[in-house]
């Protein structure tokens, strides 16, 4: 579904981020991203969201080159983004209207879905993830569990499929690091491809299919 061809990122001031990065991800399969801070993680990511794109290289999803001049196309942007869900680390800063009922239903509205197939999808994934009681609640003014929670449904009520999670356990108490896990596992399916950016090694051994490490030179290595 994903490969990476050589793929080199660089800053605007030259500083390298990733280097020469091979990589094929393949549907039905859960990998981890590990590697130290600095490492790259955060600028694969962003590569994978069509939020950045690669100084040398190509990056292909499902047999199409994915580009800047690809995206500026308004129906080859929403098509591309409509496929990939991706939650970042601080999920505060993904969160943004009036309740939590809303931020469900912002990107299916945004999808140009029919009233009756958002209003289905936000009331499934309010049960689904334990929110129907806060529905009303402002976003900002929940816990950092229950911000996850919010991020993540929004994320799933697209049904992508591609989901990429970057550090879902961050912040979380125990009970909440047991949801996400348990989360993920029902996730699971033959058409969906999840990537996990995670330091804590046990997650990573619960949930990995394989795991893919970064260096601290930003090259890349599988097992």
């Known amino acids: 579904m994903i490969e990476l061809k050589n793929v080199t990122y660089k800053y605007y001031d030259g500083t390298l981020a990733l280097d020469n990065i091979n990589l094929k991800l393949t549907a039905g399969e859960c990998y981890c991203l590990t590697g130290p801070n600095g490492s790259g993680k955060s600028t694969l990511f962003r590569i994978l969201n069509g939020l950045s794109f690669p100084t040398k290289g190509k990056y292909i999803f499902d047999g199409t080159e994915i580009t800047e001049k690809y995206l500026h196309n308004k129906k080859n942007a929403v098509a591309f983004h409509s496929r990939i869900g991706y939650l970042f680390q601080n999920s505060e800063t993904q969160l943004f209207t009036r309740s939590v009922e809303d931020e469900i239903a912002f990107g299916l509205y945004q999808l140009e879905l029919p009233e009756d197939e958002v209003h289905k999808r936000t009331?499934?994934?309010?049960?689904?993830?334990?929110?129907?009681?806060?529905?009303?609640?402002?976003?900002?003014?929940?816990?950092?569990?229950?911000?996850?929670?919010?991020?993540?449904?929004?994320?799933?009520?697209?049904?992508?499929?591609?989901?990429?999670?970057?550090?879902p356990l961050n912040g979380l108490d125990e009970d909440g690091e047991k949801f996400v896990l348990e989360c993920i596992r029902n996730l699971k399916s033959p058409d969906r491809l999840i990537i996990v950016a995670s330091h804590n090694s046990q997650f990573v051994e619960e949930i990995s299919d394989e795991t893919i490490r970064l260096d601290k030179d930003h090259h890349i290595s599988v097992t």
């Open 123 to 167: 009331e499934h994934f309010l049960e689904a993830l334990s929110l129907s009681d806060m529905r009303h609640r402002a976003p900002f003014n929940l816990s950092g569990g229950e911000k996850k929670r919010c991020a993540l449904a929004a994320v799933l009520a697209m049904e992508p499929d591609v989901l990429i999670l970057d550090e």
